[in-house]
């Protein structure tokens, strides 16, 4: 069975950066298209960034572009999100997701693997 744990969520101030870890189990990350979204209350999970596993080939919502990166790493079979220069509309819970039915979709519903989600805020 696969599950995803997210991690390395909490507070932090305008500006600063910030690294969230999924720790895939059951199978290698490499199997599937991973991906990062997020969740506020009242709106809709939106996506933030995706990885093909096994070429590395990436895609970003257009908001993060430039100050996230995804990166997996198949020793420790998990998948990270470098957040930069981060503002108060990142505040959000973060959440893993894989799939391998499309290649970068942005609707939730088209990943059927999610973690628990991990609390990121950002303070002005």
């Known amino acids: 069975q696969v599950s995803l744990v997210e991690s390395g969520g909490e507070l932090v101030q305008a500006g600063d950066s910030l690294r969230l870890s999924c720790a895939v189990s059951?199978?290698?990350?490499?199997?599937?298209?991973m991906g990062w979204f997020r969740q506020v209350p009242g709106k809709e999970r939106e996506f933030v960034a995706a990885?093909?596993?096994?070429?590395?080939?990436?895609d970003y919502a257009d908001a993060v572009k430039g100050r996230f990166t995804i990166s997996g790493d198949a020793v420790t079979n998990t998948v990270d999100l470098q957040m930069n220069s981060l503002n108060p509309e990142d505040t959000a819970v973060y959440y893993c997701?894989?799939?391998?039915?499309?290649?970068?979709?942005?609707?939730?519903?088209?990943?059927?693997?999610w973690g628990q989600g991990t609390q990121v805020t950002v303070s002005s």
């Open positions: 997701a894989a799939t391998t039915i499309v290649f970068f979709s942005s609707k939730p519903d088209d990943w059927y693997l």
């Open positions: 059951g199978r290698p990350y490499t199997a599937y298209i």
């Open positions: 990885i093909i596993g096994r070429s590395s080939a990436t």
